[in-house]
Structures are given as structure tokens and as C-alpha cells.
């Protein structure tokens, strides 16, 4: 297909700057895509008065990949592993999402051991997330050490992940209709430790930054939102959770059996760049809450579903049932089938609402995908959020909103 | 009553005709309507304070070609009152799509509509900026469609190497 050359005019510039940037009394400048602190492949264009931002263009779709026009083209068990190169930081997450969408289009049910260990994993991955978030949010604003120590921590969880799945990342653990295997007998006695240990280690970052005033100078009071304008721009999550927002949606839509577990929505009051690191914080300690629970409750039997027509057989049936064989051959060349019929399904990823709408069309292959994503919505509320601030606090505000771009950009 | 049952009844008191459809699945409602009838329904779902469908958790397109109505925009709306969501899909048809746009109701809209004009090729009258945003600007196509091919690369045996040469597309000067 032939590509055209062309150029961005002017005129197309007008609707997106002011009309003082093309009169020259304002200055634009580009920010990225290849910049530490845009957390990956975000392009700014920043149109600015001195030192102060008067606008900000995201541009997006650096990392976009096509995730959901290849899904359309492979069975419903083959599309989950592209669900893990959407937020790498999220994996389990989006596995779940995924699955849930599947397990809710065609009617499938899962056990209680894998859904207890489903939970576990998701909310070891939202720790493991904001480790993340904590080192680099804290590395752009030049405090280099906390990087460090977060990377460490979260190698515990990773190492966890290796340990189930064989992968550190690109999981794919979480399969409709329960787990890939089983958790190895090594897994109870590793979370517990990494439960254990985990909170002196918060209570340390914590003293690094949540007092310290050069930390609360350049955070306090920086991109203060208010409720209405967090729901009003799509915001969920612990930005919006920040601004006061009490909507989780463990809480408010379950899955997994979250209902049955004790934990708090932690809330702030502001909804400022501070306010969105302590949510952050406390969301860790209240992750681990539900850890310590799960892992007490963790039952025995299977870990996924028996229904033969979704699920492939275990290996040691294949020796001595046909109808296992016959199951094994139908699932791993063509598929399953799913209803014509569309399902909407939201998790609570650890940057909000991540949602999987998912049709079918009677064939095993899924006939539309779309995932609504957290970061899509939070780098659409960053002009909002930045407008009026400096440059050196839109870095702060950036690495506030966490955005992961392959889940933007998908 | 619940506040889906409310929702839909409301709907039809004030549209009557004009919702095509109503689909129940999984326990999830979604309401088929005219483009024209989108404001008015969105409006009443948003405003009514005993419904309060106040955030746009997700704007989507779906591609039936080559059926006609070709495209279906499907909006997600969020009751955080009572933690309840409902769909709205919109039949679009596929001679130059177009549909209005939802931005003077929800402002996070823009950005979904961009996606949907980028990757299916609908337009969203009204809408304040309707430029692509994940393909490249000078990008001819739209990606999504079911009469878009994926692309692959056939495979090349010694027999058929040399003509598979030919008509693939190298880099040229």
C-alpha cells in the first residue's frame, strides 16, 4: 500500500497549540518519544512560557502493535499470550482480564484453588507494579537509591512468577478456565516470606520520601485534581482514588472472590502527585493484606476447570481415554467455540479500570477484542493535569500517572 | 427493580420506537439504537439522578462487514451509585460511516473516537479534534477492518523460491 509523503503544516498545528505559539510569543518544544522520564514511548509537545507548560500534546501509538487485530486471528487460547505484551508491568493482570472476558462469553467456570491463586498472583503483580512506580517516579525526581531497592524487591516477586510459570514476565499462567499447572509445592513457603519481609521494607522507602522536604516541595500540591474532574476525564485507579474517588472495583464489581476478602480503599485528599504516592504506598500494605489471607485459605483440589469441551485434558488421561485424546486433538487445532454474543468484563488493574470487551461470532476465534486500558485514559487526562505547571513538575506528573505505553499504545 | 430494569424502562418511556434493540447476555444489558437517539439517551442516563451513568468506561467499534449496518460503536457507560454498567451500541452504516460524536456529553471521549477513526475509519460529526493517534499520521488504511488483511509473509521452498522473489515487496531505490 503506498504511503504518501507529507508534512505537518501549520494550519494543523492551530487547532492543537494556542494562537500565541504561532505568533511566536510562546515557545514549542518536543519532549521524547526517546526520554527517561516519559516511562517509555510517549512524544509530548509542549508549548511554553518561559518555564511554565501553557500546553501539552501527548502523542501516542510509538508502541502500538496491532495486539488486537492479531488476537482476531488466533483461537481464544492462543490470543492470551498477547494479552501479556500489553503492560508488561501488569501481566497476570491482563491474563485475568482476558480470561474472565472468556470464561464469562462462553459460561465456564473455575475452581476455588485456582481462584484463590489467581488472587494471590494479581495482587503479588500489583506490588510488584508499584515497586516499579515507587523506583522510577522516585528516580525522576533524582532520588537515584530508591530505584535500586525497588528493583530488588521486586526480583522477590518475579522470582515467585519463575517459580509457577517458568517465565519471569510474559507469564501466561492465567488460562480460561483456571491456571496453566498447578503452583509448586515451594510456592506457599516463598509468598510467606516475601509477605513477612515486605513491610519493614515499605515502612524504609516510606521514610525516604513521605517526609522528606525536598520530596514534598516539588509534589505537594503539583496537578491537584478534584473528584469531579478525575470522573470527569475517565480517571480510575489510584489517581482517582487520590482526588478522593472511593470507587475500587475489588470492591464496588468483585471477581474472584475478592468479595470474601478484608482490605480498605486507601483514599487521599488532594489528588496531587503527593497524594497519589501515598495511595500507592498504602495500596502495597493492603495488597499484602489480602496475600496473607489468601495464602491461609489456599485450598486443596483442582486447579482448573474439568469441563472437557474448554479445558484440555491432563496428560495422564491421554493414555488411557479416547475421549480425552479426542478432547486434547479438538482443543489444540481448532479451538473452542464461543456464542455470537458480546461481553464487557473490568479488573482492577494497578493503574484502574482495565477492561475486555469481547465478542464472539459462534467460531473459535475471537471476532473483535478491545481493551480499555488505564493508560489510554490517564495520558488523555495529562494536558488537564499539566497545564499551568513547570516543566520540571511535568516530570513529576508524568511518572505520577505510571502510564505503561505498550498498555496505551497496545 | 433493579437499576438496569429502571434504566431500560425510562429509555423506552422517552424513546419508544427508537431503540431497535435490547440484548441480554451473561447478565449484561445493551441497547441497540439510531445515532440521532445516542445524545438524548446518554443525557438521560447521565442527568436522572436515580440512574447517574456519569463516567464513559470504554468506547468501542465493531466491524460486521459484509453485513450492512457495517460498523457498531459500543459505549460502556459506569453507574458508580450503584456499580452498574450498560452498554449502548449504535449501527453505523458502511457507505462513508459517520455518527455523532459523544464529546459534548463526556469529554474522555475524544480520545476513543480518535481511536475509532484511526482504526476503523468512522467519522464522529462534532467531535473538537479527529486526527488518527496510534498510526502514523500519513497512514492509509484503517487497520481494524474485516477487509483489511493482516499481512504474513509467505513461505519460500527451493521450488518456489525464486517466484515468491519476485512479487515480494523489498525495499527499493
Given at each position: ?248 472495583l475489588r470492591k464496588s464489581n468483585p471477581y474472584s472472590g475478592y468479595e470474601r476478602y478484608e482490605f480498605d480503599v486507601p483514599l487521599g485528599t488532594h489528588g496531587d502527585v503527593y497524594d497519589r504516592y501515598i495511595v500507592r504506598i498504602e495500596e502495597m500494605r493492603q495488597s499484602l493484606r489480602i496475600i496473607e489471607q489468601a495464602i491461609d485459605r489456599l ?105 505503561i505505553l505498550g498498555d496505551a499504545d497496545r | 427493580m433493579g437499576v438496569i430494569e429502571t434504566a431500560v424502562d425510562n429509555l423506552r418511556e422517552r424513546l419508544g420506537e427508537r431503540i431497535l434493540e435490547l440484548r441480554e447476555f451473561r447478565g449484561q444489558t445493551t441497547l441497540v439504537l439510531p445515532g440521532e437517539a445516542l445524545h438524548e439517551a446518554c443525557g ?130
Amino acid at each position: 500500500m503506498a504511503i504518501e509523503e507529507r508534512q505537518l503544516t501549520l494550519d494543523e498545528l492551530r487547532g492543537l497549540v494556542s494562537e500565541r505559539a504561532i505568533e511566536g510569543d510562546t515557545v514549542l518544544l518536543n519532549m521524547g518519544p526517546q526520554h527517561p522520564s516519559t516511562h517509555g514511548v510517549l512524544r509530548l509537545l509542549l508549548e511554553l512560557d518561559g518555564e511554565v507548560a501553557v500546553n501539552v500534546v501527548p502523542d501516542i501509538g510509538f508502541l502500538h502493535t496491532g495486539i488486537e487485530k492479531n488476537m482476531e486471528a488466533k483461537s481464544y487460547e492462543k490470543s492470551l499470550v498477547m494479552t501479556d505484551r500489553m503492560d508488561y508491568l501488569n501481566n497476570l493482570g491482563n491474563n485475568l482480564c482476558y480470561c474472565l472476558a472468556v470464561e464469562k462469553l462462553v459460561d465456564l467456570d473455575v475452581p476455588e484453588r485456582a481462584q484463590v491463586v489467581r488472587v494471590i498472583l494479581a495482587e503479588l503483580q500489583r506490588i510488584s507494579s508499584h515497586l516499579i512506580f515507587l523506583g522510577t517516579h522516585a528516580l525522576d525526581l533524582a532520588a537515584a537509591s530508591l530505584f535500586l531497592y525497588c528493583f530488588r524487591e521486586r526480583e522477590h516477586v518475579l522470582d515467585i512468577f519463575e517459580m509457577c510459570s517458568g517465565a519471569r514476565m510474559m507469564t501466561s499462567f492465567i488460562r480460561p478456565g483456571g491456571l496453566w499447572r498447578d503452583v509448586p509445592p515451594e510456592f506457599e513457603g516463598a509468598v510467606r516470606d516475601f509477605v513477612s519481609y515486605l513491610p519493614d521494607r515499605i515502612q524504609q522507602y516510606e521514610s525516604l520520601l513521605s517526609k522528606n522536604p525536598l520530596y514534598i516541595d516539588r509534589t505537594r500540591g503539583i496537578s491537584a485534581i478534584t473528584a469531579e474532574q478525575a470522573l470527569e476525564w475517565g480517571l480510575s485507579g489510584p489517581v482517582a482514588r487520590a482526588a478522593g474517588v472511593n470507587w475500587d472495583l475489588r470492591k464496588s464489581n468483585p471477581y474472584s472472590g475478592y468479595e470474601r476478602y478484608e482490605f480498605d480503599v486507601p483514599l487521599g485528599t488532594h489528588g496531587d502527585v503527593y497524594d497519589r504516592y501515598i495511595v500507592r504506598i498504602e495500596e502495597m500494605r493492603q495488597s499484602l493484606r489480602i496475600i496473607e489471607q489468601a495464602i491461609d485459605r489456599l485450598p486443596e483440589g483442582p486447579f482448573r476447570s474439568d469441563n472437557r469441551k474448554f479445558v484440555p485434558p491432563p496428560r495422564s488421561e491421554l493414555g488411557h481415554s479416547m475421549e480425552a485424546v479426542i478432547h486434547h486433538f479438538k482443543l489444540w487445532t481448532e479451538g473452542f467455540p464461543a456464542p455470537k454474543n458480546s461481553v464487557f468484563v473490568t479488573v482492577e488493574s494497578p493503574r484502574g479500570e482495565l477492561g475486555c470487551f469481547l465478542e464472539g461470532d459462534g467460531g473459535p476465534k475471537p471476532y473483535r477484542v478491545h481493551f480499555r486500558t488505564p493508560s489510554f485514559a490517564a495520558l488523555q487526562a495529562l494536558p488537564m493535569m499539566s497545564r499551568g505547571f513547570l516543566v520540571a513538575d511535568l516530570v513529576a506528573i508524568i511518572s505520577s500517572l505510571d502510564p505503561i505505553l505498550g498498555d496505551a499504545d497496545r | 427493580m433493579g437499576v438496569i430494569e429502571t434504566a431500560v424502562d425510562n429509555l423506552r418511556e422517552r424513546l419508544g420506537e427508537r431503540i431497535l434493540e435490547l440484548r441480554e447476555f451473561r447478565g449484561q444489558t445493551t441497547l441497540v439504537l439510531p445515532g440521532e437517539a445516542l445524545h438524548e439517551a446518554c443525557g438521560l442516563l447521565r442527568d436522572d439522578p436515580e440512574l447517574a451513568f456519569g463516567y464513559l468506561a470504554a468506547l468501542t467499534a465493531v466491524d460486521y462487514w459484509p453485513d450492512e449496518p457495517r460498523f457498531h460503536v459500543v459505549y460502556q457507560l459506569y453507574s458508580h451509585k450503584h456499580a452498574a454498567f450498560i452498554g449502548l451500541r449504535v449501527p453505523v452504516g458502511g457507505d462513508e460511516p459517520s455518527t455523532p460524536s459523544l464529546e459534548p456529553l463526556f469529554v474522555n471521549a475524544n480520545w476513543y473516537e480518535r481511536e475509532i477513526f484511526d482504526l476503523f475509519g468512522i467519522r464522529f460529526e462534532g467531535s473538537s479534534d479527529l486526527r488518527r493517534i496510534l498510526m502514523p499520521i500519513d497512514w492509509v488504511g484503517h487497520p481494524l477492518r474485516k477487509d483489511y488483511p493482516l499481512g504474513y509473509e509467505e513461505v519460500q521452498f527451493t521450488f518456489n523460491f525464486d517466484e515468491i522473489n519476485r512479487r515480494k515487496p523489498y525495499a527499493k531505490e
